[in-house]
């Protein structure tokens, strides 16, 4: 009785598995590869599709000022380490600076950047602000990885408010160097407010560990010492450098920075990464550049860029 019980399930199971090949072959039950092309296609086009309706701005709309810039820096040596973050100034007095870093980190290949700013204007429903948006740039449309920014909206970390951004130079006058350098790469806009916690800082900076690629940047784009003269600016400055060569998390309510937070999440993120070494590209400020030494309201510039060994 017993065997023949296992020949009826042996039977029966064959017989399921012969019905599910022909209609298989017979195209009634799609392939699990199908349904997942399917899905997957049906996903990126959704992805795409969202907030295709808004198109924001480069500062600059002609390649005249770019390719002036870019004539005017300075090619660094390629870093003989994994480049993980970099800082840029955003202060349009000098633009070549701007130029430097973007030439340091230009590819082809199709990465995704996360270009930190600080919300200048403190607007905006939240503290973490992100954009779906597309950029408009000399060079042609930035697309934003909207895969990423859905991550961080799951996470709570995050909220989309488009309006902040139409304003925000920090984003707006660095988007048209991104897309000449980086052709290929997608952008995460993102600003924060001074006023987010250190918690929301240090739960974004491990997200974006655990999302990023390996190859993607995080780029903050930051002005350092603002409205003093000249020997305050520098004196600023050389506490900056020293936090930001020595990690020090600690230190960093000391900095006289357009974002203290902004630091603080690019710092948290490359020591998440490993990458402990800062390597100073330019600094300077707008007194040096202007000529105008007795300049009151300086805005200093420091920017560089973070590696770990490979």
Do not use: C
Request: charged letters at 20%; glycine letters at 4%; hydrophobic letters at 40%.
């Amino acid at each position: 009785m017993k065997k023949k019980s296992s020949v009826i399930i042996a039977i029966l199971i064959l017989s399921v598995f012969l019905i599910l090949f022909f209609a298989n072959r017979s195209g009634l039950i799609p392939s699990l590869a199908s349904q997942y092309k399917k899905t997957q296609l049906a996903y990126e086009s959704r992805l795409e599709q969202s907030g295709s309706s808004i198109i924001h701005q480069a500062l600059f709309k002609k390649t005249d000022f770019y390719m002036e810039a870019f004539k005017l820096s300075k090619v660094p040596a390629s870093p003989d380490a994994k480049l993980v973050a970099a800082i840029t100034n955003h202060h349009l007095i000098a633009p070549e600076f701007i130029a430097k870093v973007f030439s340091l980190v230009q590819t082809s290949e199709p990465i995704t950047v996360v270009l930190l700013s600080p919300n200048h204007f403190s607007v905006g429903n939240g503290y973490a602000l992100v954009s779906e948006a597309k950029w408009e740039t000399p060079y042609g449309q930035v697309i934003p990885d909207l895969h990423i920014v859905e991550e961080l909206q799951k996470r709570n970390l995050v909220q989309v408010d488009e309006g902040p951004f139409e304003k925000e130079h920090g984003i707006t006058g660095i988007v048209g160097f991104m897309k000449k350098s980086l052709p290929n790469a997608k952008i995460v806009p993102l600003i924060l407010k001074e006023s987010i916690s250190v918690a929301q800082i240090n739960d974004l900076a491990k997200s974006l560990d655990e999302i990023l690629d390996a190859d993607d940047l995080l780029i903050g784009s930051f002005d350092f010492s603002h409205d003093f003269d000249l020997t305050t600016s520098n004196r600023n400055d050389e506490l900056s450098l020293s936090i930001l060569e020595k990690q020090r998390l600690d230190q960093i309510t000391q900095m006289n920075v357009d974002s203290r937070k902004g630091v603080e999440l690019l710092l948290g993120f490359v020591s998440l990464r490993g990458a402990n070494k800062f390597t100073l590209l330019d600094h300077s400020n707008s007194a040096l550049i202007t000529g105008n030494l007795e300049q009151k309201d300086v805005t200093s510039y420091i920017t560089g860029y973070f590696t770990r060994q490979k």
